[in-house]
């Protein structure tokens, strides 16, 4: 089955099946077992998971599926995820990047576990921008104290109507970025500072530390953007941004000599185990063309940046004439 098909399916059938006895029903197997191959067949990531559940030896007011990166969590009791939640009602299903409650609630009680999960959920909303999802305040699941706990965990969401969903290859393009934004997140995600103390508000984070964890983790590997910078200076005899043509020697008289940041062309999140990257992989970026292509998700490439900028300027000559 398609996924549009399975997401109808499960709608269609779920409140009927919970009249019949959970063991051994078909639809219970359907969430568990069918629904979660259609998505999976989306990815080749060996590190995603994607598991369904209609409950866990009986009824759950309402089903979900999920993909986890098992790097990050075994199960989705705690840590990030993307899901599938379905509205009790079952007349709503949600695409989002949500979080465990399950564990952080028998960590440090219902209250308590909330107040973390909302400042975690800021900083990555912060920190990462994912264009065409709303945030948790879009979400309503039901009345029931499972319901409120799974909005609660919301970090980004998509609302769909399980009686007009969109056609399937909108319903693919969403998971696909959904999950793509999660697996970059994941691999960038100690722009996060470690030891924030997120039973406090928001707002107590180290600005500084996070920032400059996250220059480093995009680099990934130093020793590829010295050669990098090496090969520029022995082709050019300088440092310059590719996007916009900014020397750092240039206007900083010398102070930042042989200054410039290395970008990977490859978005980490398309990278797999083994993956190598080459010195021509990596592009001279000044530190503002770098961050604008970090700007959002899904990233540009340097090209796409560049050529913004050349209409920017033609359309409000904006460098003068």
């Not at 961050?291 to 209409?311: D, G, Q």
Request: net charge negative.
């Amino acid at each position: 089955m398609a996924l549009r098909e399975d997401l109808e399916f499960i709608a269609s059938k779920y409140s009927e099946a919970r009249q019949s006895p959970f063991s051994n029903n078909t639809v219970a197997k359907f969430i568990r077992d069918e629904a979660p191959a259609t998505i999976n067949a989306f990815f080749s990531d060996e590190n995603l998971a994607v598991q369904g559940s209609a409950g866990k030896g009986g009824w759950a007011e309402s089903p979900w599926i999920a993909v986890i990166n098992k790097k990050m969590t075994d199960a989705p009791q705690e840590g990030v995820y993307v899901v599938y939640l379905f509205s009790s009602d079952l007349t709503r299903v949600y695409l989002t990047l949500a979080q465990g409650i399950t564990r952080p609630v028998a960590l440090y009680g219902r209250k308590d576990a909330f107040k973390r999960l909302h400042a975690n959920a800021e900083n990555i909303r912060v920190n990462f921008k994912l264009e065409g999802f709303e945030d948790f305040d879009t979400v309503e699941l039901g009345e029931g104290n499972r319901a409120s706990a799974y909005e609660e965990s919301i970090i980004y969401a998509k609302k769909y109507s399980t009686k007009d969903l969109p056609i399937e290859e909108q319903l693919e393009t969403d998971i696909k970025t959904i999950v793509n934004f999660y697996t970059d997140y994941l691999n960038q995600r100690d722009v996060l500072t470690a030891d924030t103390d997120f039973s406090s508000t928001i707002g107590a984070v180290e600005e500084g530390k996070r920032l400059l964890r996250q220059h480093y983790v995009r680099e990934r590997n130093p020793k590829i953007i010295k050669e990098a910078k090496k090969l520029a200076l022995q082709k050019k005899g300088e440092l310059r941004c590719e996007v916009c043509s900014f020397s750092f020697e240039e206007i900083y008289d010398g102070r930042c000599k042989n200054y410039i940041e290395g970008h990977h062309r490859k978005s980490v999140s398309e990278m797999r185990e083994g993956d190598k990257t080459a010195v021509v992989d990596i592009a001279m970026l000044c530190s503002n063309c770098h961050r604008a292509i970090h700007a959002k998700w899904p990233y540009i490439s340097v090209e796409e940046l560049k050529t913004l900028m050349v209409e920017a300027a033609s359309s409000s000559n904006i460098f003068g004439s």
